[in-house]
């Protein structure tokens, strides 16, 4: 299984918390879906999906929060047969940004997927550079950033 | 009685016994806390979670062993001890007991036990 990220300091933290809390996939990215960091994906078409479909969901809850009148949700967690789907927004000195996690259940659990993300959270904000201003994806460059991020995460 | 008030009273008899620093009720599958009675500066949530965790490893080596469910295990460390008795297999609920080392073990065991009956 491979562990890749397109900004450097998010790939230890993320390779720590791979290795205690037993996940089977992580991404690490901004709320726009915009990939920092991933684990155990294989394929660029698989990234690109989970971390679209992830964004999406984080940006429903949030506005169904927000119609509540209250905070967004930390997290969420999908639990199926076999396998459960975690999602949490992390803050770091980069802006807000969006973990989410894959997990077998006869490996990990719930509790081991949540415990390790604080401590997740807690190393990507020590890591996140300071003095960096959460970038502004624009639609003119987005198919090029996408596709660097996708060069970088593969090796390609 | 209600669940909630069932479990408090369970827990309340394990953290009773002289020793015990706090009692849990565990769900086995997620490692979350249902319950819990614990001492200031006892991680809930951790303890919760990676107790579940060792339970599932435990349950599969015990499998392996073909020796059947575990009922009651107790780990011994330096400067204390945890105890956990597991109800309703994988789904179930855990009893945990997080204890000084030089605890009453068998008055322990037999307070996780009456609490499983209750909580299982």
Known sequence: MTTRAVEGWTLQPLMTFVRE?????????TSAGQVLAQHGFSRALDVMSAAALGAAIMASTDEIARQ????????????????????????????RLVALVV??????????????????????RAASPKDSVPKQVLAADFERELSDSLNTLFGR | MTAAAGYGRALDL??????????????????IVVADQLMEGIKGPAVAALASSLTTRLRRAMEAAGVGASVFWHLQAEQGALLVVPTGGAGGILVVAVAEPDVNVGLVRLELLRAAEVAG
């Open chain 1, 103 to 124: 997990y077998d259940l006869d490996v990990s659990s719930l509790g081991l997927v949540q415990l390790f993300l604080e401590q997740l959270a807690a190393d990507l």
């Open chain 1, 21 to 29: 809390a037993g996940a089977r996939l992580v991404l690490v990215m």
């Open chain 1, 68 to 95: 509540l009148g209250q905070a967004p949700f930390a997290a969420l967690n999908h639990q199926g047969e076999r396998h459960g789907i975690f999602l949490a927004g992390v803050p770091t000195g980069r802006g």
């Open chain 2, 14 to 31: 394990i953290t009773r016994v002289r020793g015990v620093r706090g009692a849990m009720l565990v769900s086995a599958e997620d490692g």
